[in-house]
């Protein structure tokens, strides 16, 4: 389920970029798929771990705002990635997110 802010902004990108091109509009109504979704990095995909916040154009390319799962021990800032950069996963259960964070000590 979508959270309040998620769906807020998802309804903001399509007020702030309603001047966009039509192939500007396409690509923002495919981002808005993603907003609120738990995705897992594709070079990382066993701890980065998280959801889709946002997303915009950036120079004709959707970049999507990457918010990190907190129960994760290794903590990430939000930040910016691109649709090649995720994929969509299931939300770890919180005892996959021990085991991890477990390893993660000894590493």
Avoid: W
């Amino acid at each position: 389920m979508m959270s309040a802010r998620c769906r807020l902004a998802a309804m903001e990108i399509d007020d702030h970029y309603s001047a966009a091109d039509d192939a500007g509009k396409q690509l923002l109504q495919h981002a808005r798929t993603f907003i609120g979704k738990y995705v897992r990095m594709t070079l990382a995909p066993n701890t980065r771990m998280g959801t889709i916040e946002d997303a915009h154009l950036d120079h004709g390319r959707v970049e999507y705002l990457f918010h990190h799962d907190q129960r994760f021990k290794d903590k990430l800032p939000k930040f910016y990635i691109y649709e090649d950069d995720f994929e969509i996963c299931e939300k770890p259960t919180d005892e996959y997110v021990r085991m991890v964070n477990k390893l993660a000590r000894y590493a």
